[in-house]
């Protein structure tokens, strides 16, 4: 299904349909729900007069030990992303999330939520091992020998595959912009990175070491009907695109900070005098989903953004969608909904996200990576995807 | 995979045309009923999809040339008027639904006409659909006036009845086998596969596919 993107773009293009604003209900923020202290393990913090929000992944921590804090990143020196590449760890850059701005009224389930998200998480990891086969998704970290023979010549300089990365890490890291297209400089720096990935990946699949590797990687790994091409993609997507998404993500949020203030104002302006969420300010029909279900869609949309392959981005999406869906089936109608029901309801997700400005960077993310005649494979997977 | 600019006998050896098309209309007139009605199983969940009736998808077989149908719905609400083009772009076929009782749908309808033409040019096939003739005796939109305003602009006319599963199968075959003779002029056009990568239509693709058994009867449309 080659036009997910298009229907993934009115995740940014709904903010702007919306004929009048909502109620927004009266702060109820508590005074215990205010947190100056060190953040801590399996909670959530506000600090209200900073209007910061603190998110402490307690899945992480356990799987992955230790404690780090790590806001979403400044622009990233090449030397430490090379460090960072190379490191035998998990490259997820965030241990500790942050969100900024006003704060939505999901942030008082703490406890609850944290449970979904772990539960959440895991769930969708095992769909996604069902439906991908051993395709393994970057937080499972770089184990896979082929990531493994990627990074290297990736690290190393004088081949065809480093001088590439290298070229394009510091391009990510300086102000010059690409060669050739004089377009929008968000937009040619994502073309960049799927020329990049598109070119590293035709060039490794003929690679004849990389088939030796991928030809040896063991009895435990299953090889029938696994493509070689969908193995060079992952091990990309953890060896070379990993490695650059703090920069990447960094240089977006730059080059796009204009648009993601008006959102984010957008946003606001839509909430403020909006009923609580749900109350159906915007004309919305029906009821609005429940609590746990809201706050599950946007943990997914916050997976969705921690994520960095493609395909682990468009199965979380297509995530939301369900749940979105599965917020409408509350009734006794259990016909299939049509967009008429579904664009009204996702909007409204939209509206109380706090990953919104995210979300709209991984929209923009996806739909400069997806398109299937430079990305081959990509069309027939997210057909897969879609359908299944 | 995506092979796009590949010769036109690609379909005949062993691969699938696949092509989008997008329902558009004012709300309430049926676009959903309508595409829920093609693929008839409503229950079944091989049609419904991650995205229920929003996306569905069907698989025919027209004399021999296998299709891969991805039908878009929109949202018929004037305030989601906007995401028109996200829809629409590249879409191989347009299906612009009115409600005959309502004469505002038909002048919706127009204004579609309008913003494809502008946009997309002759490459999408329309269709004009004037849905719900069931209820024939409270018609607002004259049949006449509709097909000679679908025949000025270059689009097919259809009368369907989603209640009545009046006119569906057909308009959806006919619209596959225009697409069909419109994917292959452009691959003639671009000849064997020399197009540049990139430079073809996203929405035409030819894409691999598994084997798919030839529907009985008239060799015509097989779903699933």
């Known amino acids: ?388 | 995979m995506a092979a796009a600019g590949s010769g036109g006998g690609a379909a005949a050896a062993g691969r699938a045309y696949s092509f989008k098309v997008v329902l558009l209309g004012e709300g309430c007139v049926g676009k959903t009923s309508l595409v829920l009605r093609y693929c008839e199983n409503k229950f079944n969940d091989k049609h419904i999809t991650t995205l229920q009736a929003s996306f569905l998808t069907k698989k025919l077989n027209i004399g021999g040339k296998r299709v891969n149908l991805a039908i878009w719905d929109t949202a018929g609400q004037e305030r989601f008027h906007a995401l028109g083009p996200i829809y629409y772009r590249d879409s191989n076929g347009a299906i612009l639904v009115y409600d005959i009782t309502d004469e505002d749908s038909f002048q919706k309808v127009k204004n579609w006409v309008k913003e494809l033409r502008k946009m997309l040019g002759n490459e999408i096939c329309l269709c004009i659909v004037g849905n719900k003739i069931d209820l024939e005796k409270e018609r607002h939109v004259s049949i006449q006036e509709a097909e000679s305003y679908a025949e000025s602009v270059g689009a097919k006319h259809y009368h369907t009845s989603a209640k009545q599963n009046k006119g569906i199968e057909e308009l959806f075959l006919d619209l596959c086998k225009r697409m069909i003779e419109t994917a292959q002029v452009d691959e003639r056009a671009k000849g064997n596969g020399s197009s540049q990568p990139g430079s073809a239509r996203r929405g035409v693709q030819i894409i691999d596919d598994e084997p798919q058994a030839q529907s009985g009867g008239g060799g015509c449309c097989s779903s699933g």
């Open chain 1, 1 to 388: 299904m080659p036009d997910l993107p298009h229907l993934l773009a009115f995740l940014s293009a709904s903010r702007d349909v919306l004929p009048r604003t909502l109620l927004l209900p009266p702060p109820t923020l508590r005074p215990e729900d205010q947190h100056t202290g060190p953040p801590q393990t399996g909670s959530v913090h506000l600090n209200v007069p900073e209007r910061v929000l603190s998110m402490v992944n307690k899945l992480y921590l356990e799987t992955h030990g230790g404690w780090g804090k790590e806001q979403i990143p400044p622009e990233t020196p090449p030397e430490t992303e090379e460090r960072h590449s190379s490191a035998p760890r998990n490259p997820a850059p965030h241990r500790v999330s942050w969100m900024e701005g006003p704060l939505s009224l999901e942030v008082h389930h703490s406890g609850p939520d944290l449970a979904s998200l772990v539960e959440e998480k895991e769930k969708e990891d095992k769909d996604e091992d069902g439906n991908k086969g051993d395709y393994k998704d970057e937080e499972n970290g770089p184990e896979d020998v082929l990531t493994h023979h990627i990074q290297a010549l990736a690290r190393a300089r004088g081949n065809y595959v480093g001088r590439q990365f290298q070229s394009l890490r510091a391009r990510l890291t300086s102000n010059a912009r690409g060669p050739h297209r004089p377009g929008d400089p968000a937009t040619e720096l994502l073309q960049d990175v799927r020329h990049l990935l598109t070119d590293l990946q035709d060039h490794l699949s003929k690679d004849p070491d990389v088939r030796a590797v991928f030809g040896s990687r063991g009895p435990g790994v299953p090889q029938k009907d696994y493509d070689l091409g969908a193995a060079v993609e992952a091990a990309l997507c953890r060896a070379v695109l990993a490695p650059l998404k703090p920069a990447l993500w960094a240089r977006l949020r730059k080059l796009r900070a204009q648009e993601l203030r008006r959102l984010r104002q957008r946003q606001i302006a839509l909430r403020v005098g909006a009923g609580p969420p749900g109350c159906q300010g915007a004309g919305f029909e029906g009821p609005g989903p429940a609590p746990a279900l809201r706050s599950r869609i946007h943990a997914r949309l916050e997976h969705l953004h921690a994520a960095c392959a493609p395909r682990r981005k468009v199965a979380l999406l297509l995530a939301v969608c369900t749940d979105v869906y599965a917020g409408l089936a509350q009734g006794e109608n259990q016909e299939p909904l049509g967009a008429d029901a579904f664009l009204p309801a996702l909007t409204e997700e939209l509206i109380w996200s706090p990953h919104i400005g995210e979300t709209q960077l991984d929209v923009e993310f996806l739909m400069e990576l997806l398109d299937p005649d430079e990305l081959r494979g990509e069309g027939g997977h997210q057909k897969d995807v879609t359908t299944s």
